[in-house]
């Protein structure tokens, strides 16, 4: 099974504040970082240091998108898919750390925005029956990838996270794991109660597994046979950027390596645990030695 990521690429300029800005507000910050980031991005090099091999494919712009390529590549991440777009900005993101290592990300799509179906065509003929496609929301042109890759009988994955109305326009119903958390459960269910809400995604995708993560109260696992919860490993709050795209890429490398649904949960808690504990989106993504470790010192 081969594991294409088709996702956002970012970088990040972080900003770490005492508190976020107010409206008409003017606030210094007392410190300043560019990192890797984007959502696709992170969870394609959690992906690669779970030890699964994995593919990116995306959009940065030529003249200032080399230090993202080159972090894929460092990682081992696959790049024949990713096109270096002339006279396109790559996409960024402007994100404020609180004190409470809590964050707000403001995005500018560029790049991430551009991609086209002649991309999408070119990119999907590599892969077929069975293999893994992982989206999040960051990207254009996420509907036609769905019902390309749902037509090749692909795996499909979703993340549905910036949530916004986009999402509720998808054809959901290819969708074989939704992984996601409680807002965006709400919004794709129309209920925000966490067990209707998770009753109504079961009843109206009954061929979808549910991944939901709940932040300091854990993750669930949900689908028609198996049912499981489990807690988070506590850790000092430094910085949560990216902690959710560790988990994505940690569970399913997990699981495309051959684990359990459990062993992928508590792997994938692990490796976000470790995310919370450091600053940056992808700086603070773990390698599986590490994970490994802290699970059996
Ligand atoms: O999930 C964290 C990511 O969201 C950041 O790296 C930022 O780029 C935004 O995409």
């Known amino acids: 099974m081969k594991i294409l990521n088709f996702g956002s690429l970012n970088l990040d300029n972080v900003y770490h504040v005492d508190h976020f800005v107010r409206a008409g507000e003017t606030l210094s910050s007392d410190a300043m970082h560019i990192y890797c980031g984007g959502k696709g991005l992170n969870q394609s090099i959690a992906l690669a240091r779970s030890g699964a091999k994995v593919f990116h494919a995306g959009a940065i712009g030529l003249e200032d998108g080399n230090i993202l390529k080159e972090a894929l590549k460092r990682n081992g991440v696959n790049i ?95 969708v074989d794991y939704f992984i996601l958390n409680e807002v965006e459960m709400a919004d794709i269910s129309e209920d925000d109660n966490e067990e209707k809400g998770l009753q109504s995604l079961k009843e109206k995708y009954p061929n979808a597994s549910v991944v939901l993560t709940l932040g300091s109260r854990g993750v669930r696992f ?72 802290r699970l059996n010192p």
């Open 80 to 174: 024949d898919h990713l096109l270096q777009l002339k006279d396109k900005k790559t996409g960024h993101a402007i994100i404020q750390i609180d004190k409470s290592g809590q964050n707000c990300i403001l995005l500018f799509p560029g790049a991430n925005h551009c991609i086209t179906r002649e991309h999408i065509d070119k990119t999907l003929e590599n892969f077929s029956k069975g293999d893994l496609l992982i989206l999040q929301n960051e990207i254009n042109n996420i509907d036609y990838i769905i019902n390309q890759a749902h037509e090749k009988g692909m795996q499909i994955v979703l993340n549905p996270s910036p949530m916004n109305e986009k999402i509720l326009a998808l054809p959901l119903e290819y």
């Open 222 to 293: 949900e689908n028609g046979s198996l049912s499981l919860s489990r807690g988070i490993f506590k850790v000092d709050a430094v910085d949560t950027t990216a902690a959710g795209d560790t988990f994505t890429g940690y569970f399913f490398g997990a699981i495309s390596q051959g684990e359990h649904v459990s062993q992928a949960l508590k792997i994938a808690s692990m490796a976000s645990a470790i995310a919370v504990s450091r600053q940056g989106a992808e700086p603070s993504i773990p390698y599986m030695e590490e994970v490994a470790e």
